[in-house]
């Protein structure tokens, strides 16, 4: 409990460059890479250090096992109430990798129970995550709230292709611009616009138009990002006997045989959605073009709206260390 606190603590009074209580919505594809379930656990921590508001998270991976996973999580973290959209007719990634989200849903104990538990009970009648977006959305205060997307595009861009409905006489796009401050990626990989990044590859169109027509500002962490933060598998093997069974750690022995050192390509694009850019370089503002082959082209312009990020080694070390400090941390609200 005193490191709780003691974290807690470090977080409120870091030297942020955003105010605390940000309103925010979690864009996610989990089940496909493990880091996503290391992002979920360092946004329970920041909600429960009221840094974050977490309105919401939104699944764009199709399935039955992501919107579950959530659940597991939502409920095993202390914070069953808050709402998880889904996906239908999304781009198919079943067979991309070990879906891990799929692998702690079917963990039983001893007696041949779930071995963890949930909160909700029918996960094909959740909605559609851009309903989710609008009911929430409409409620918001203007221009209060940060979306951290690290996953494909399709919802957003579904999003902004919405008209006016019962939650808002607004479009997608109006609703957005009225409602959201920032959106924050995990995407691309502008130092090689030859490559072709999974998160934009998946769905080509969907990142083309929300790179393109998105009305807020966008800060995308690329590829390199991440690949420079590396979560230890020192820190899941031997920091977590507090837990007793955790769904993210069971999640991350899953994914690959043990142990395994993983990038922190999402992790790092919450990092600086929530606490802002004094760990990271921040880019000059431009224009960022998706190819149709996926790449992704940073064109400098003092009108741009997109940024992204770059980090050096002390700052890649620095990021690192302050990972395994909240990850590590009991949740407050567990059980």
């Known amino acids: 409990m005193k490191k709780t606190l003691l974290l807690i603590a470090i977080i409120l009074l870091a030297g942020c460059s955003k105010p605390s209580g940000i309103n925010f919505i979690m864009e996610t594809d989990i089940g496909n890479d493990v880091d996503d379930a290391l992002a ?3 946004l329970y921590k920041y909600h429960e250090a009221g840094q974050i508001n977490l309105l919401c998270v939104c699944v764009n991976k199709e399935g039955p096992a992501p919107g579950e996973f959530v659940d597991i999580l939502n409920t095993w973290y202390g914070h069953p ?5 889904i996906i239908r007719k999304g781009a198919f990634c079943e067979n991309d990798g070990v879906n891990y989200a799929k692998a702690v849903v079917n963990l039983k104990d001893d007696n041949g129970k779930p071995l963890f ?57 109006a609703l957005v611009e009225k409602k959201v401050k920032l959106l924050v990626t995990m995407a691309g990989q502008v130092s090689d616009p030859e490559y072709h990044e999974y998160n934009i590859v998946r769905d080509i169109p969907a990142a083309q138009k929300v790179f393109s027509a998105w009305p807020t500002p966008i800060v995308t962490s690329p590829f390199d990002v991440g690949c420079a933060v590396k979560y230890p598998a020192t820190s899941i093997e031997n920091d977590f006997a507090w837990a007793g069974p955790h769904p993210m750690i069971e999640a991350y022995k899953a994914y690959k045989q043990m142990p395994y050192d993983r990038e922190t390509w999402d992790p790092t694009a919450v990092l600086y959605a929530v606490e802002g850019d004094k760990w990271f370089n921040v880019s000059e503002p431009g224009l960022i073009k998706v190819t149709d082959e996926g790449g992704t082209i940073f064109t400098p312009s003092n009108d741009g709206t997109r940024r992204y990020l770059t980090i050096d080694n002390a700052q890649a070390d620095a990021i690192r260390k302050h990972f395994i400090e909240i990850i590590t941390t009991p949740p407050a609200n567990r059980k």
């Not at 109430?81 to 959209?85: E, R, S, T, V």
């Not at 918001?140 to 399709?154: E, H, L, M, Y």
């Not at 579904?158 to 479009?171: A, F, I, M, Q, W």
Request: proline share 5%.
């Open 40 to 42: 979920m656990d360092l």
């Open 81 to 85: 109430d808050i709402p998880i959209g």
């Open 117 to 173: 538990a949930r909160t909700l009970k029918e996960y094909d009648t959740l909605p559609e995550a851009v309903e989710l977006y609008r009911k929430i959305l409409s409620k918001a205060k203007d221009k209060s709230v940060t979306i951290a997307s690290v996953g494909f595009s399709t919802n957003l861009a579904r999003l902004l292709e919405t008209g006016p409905d019962k939650y808002s006489k607004l479009d997608g796009k």
